[in-house]
């Protein structure tokens, strides 16, 4: 991998001389793209950097006795380049040489800066504090579209919400349960993974499940996982459903039939799943972290307000709580949930948002290397 992902950002900063193209910066995402930040320090015409951290916990570390196969300077093997506690750390080398530092979103921004989220680079991170920015990821809204979803058996948008009505019982059908438009549906569409908190669900389900609920489940990942969720469908097949696997057109069905969409993560540097539901008005329960805290708005029961729910603390009986709060709203303040849906609908998480964030961070870039030329110059 190391060989493989240093000839791919050695071409990415070379590729451009070779075409007669001049840029204005390079943009790596995480390790495999790090040596590019580095790489570009080499260019006949140095060319500012950015450097957007998806997930802390991959850093592409590598031995030492390696590093001669980046082709890099020996002076990049040092405590303030590449050199990571005896080893080669490509993510900690980019992190200090590139110009800006953007993460997914503002929450996992500062998230990073803590032990219990750097993964060993939180002293790193906090050095380069100033030059920090999240920016929440966006999603193709014409992929994402109630109101044209072509995976849908039926459209639906903000001002008429018939349609999610029956996607609603489509699904339900679909999951073998019985079609009952006044019972909260739940969905998860996920991997199997402990980063992802369904160990906690698993154990939260049983009482979850005495409620008056129907929960579907579409995922795949760790086998004890599958076993577990595929044994709850046949112990409550009348209120569980799980489909082990990945299949788009279904994840698409669930965001759309679902009341309610399920996000019991550990922690989560952006989340999409969670905007995909704001758009479908599938209000999201999450754990309050990383991206899913900057995208959910909590919900307030005095006023109405909000676009979801959130737990703070992940464990079962906070599971059970947070999605009894959910259960309890559908049932006793309908107008609520009615009006968090048309809410979350009308929130704007395009990709058009994104770009005038990572815009600012390209001119600061640009802006930086500038001063640091004249700088240099004088």
Not at 107 to 120: L, M, V
Not at 365 to 376: I, N
Request: glycine fraction near 8%.
């Amino acid at each position: 991998n190391l060989q493989r992902f240093a000839f791919l950002s050695r071409a990415a900063c070379d590729l451009p001389a070779c075409i007669g193209f001049e840029p204005d910066l390079i943009h790596a995402n995480d390790w495999p793209t790090a040596l590019s930040v580095l790489y570009a320090k080499l260019l006949p015409r140095p060319v500012p950097t950015v450097l957007t951290l998806h997930n802390v916990g991959y850093q592409g570390a590598f031995p030492l006795r390696d590093f001669a196969l980046t082709g890099l300077p020996p002076g990049e093997l040092c405590p303030t380049s590449l050199e990571h506690y005896g080893a080669m750390n490509l993510l900690k080398g980019a992190i200090l040489n590139a110009s800006m530092l953007t993460t997914v979103s503002p929450t996992y921004a500062q998230e990073i800066q803590h032990p219990a989220f750097g993964c060993g680079l939180d002293g790193v991170l906090r050095s380069r504090a100033s030059d920090l920015h999240g920016v929440l990821n966006g999603i193709d809204d014409r992929v994402w579209d109630p109101s044209q979803d072509p995976w849908l058996p039926a459209r639906f948008d903000a001002t008429d919400l018939s349609g999610k009505a029956e996607c609603k019982a489509a699904l339900q059908r679909e999951a073998g349960f019985a079609v009952r438009p006044d019972v909260p549906l739940f969905g998860l569409v996920t991997r199997l993974t402990y980063q992802k908190g369904l160990d906690v669900l698993a154990r939260a389900l049983g009482p979850i499940l005495a409620m008056d609920v129907q929960m579907v489940l579409l995922g795949t990942g760790d086998a004890p996982a599958e076993a577990f969720f595929q044994m709850a469908s046949h112990h409550r097949p009348d209120r569980f459903h799980a489909w082990i696997g990945f299949d788009p057109a279904l994840a698409h069905r669930i965001e759309g039939g679902c009341d309610f969409f399920v996000m019991p993560s550990r922690y989560e540097p952006c989340g999409l799943n969670q905007l995909y539901s704001l758009r479908y008005g599938t209000l999201p329960i999450v754990r309050a972290t990383g991206g899913l805290d900057d995208s959910v708005d909590n919900y307030d029961e005095t006023t109405g307000g909000g676009t979801g729910f959130k737990l703070h603390d992940l464990n079962p009986s906070s599971m059970h709580d947070v999605i009894g709060w959910a259960v309890s709203t559908w049932y006793d303040r309908p107008e609520h949930v009615k009006a968090m849906r048309t809410r979350a609908m009308r929130l704007d998480f395009s990709w058009e948002r994104a770009a005038k964030g990572y815009e600012q961070v390209y001119r600061q870039a640009v802006d930086k290397s500038h001063l640091a030329g004249l700088a240099a110059a004088s």
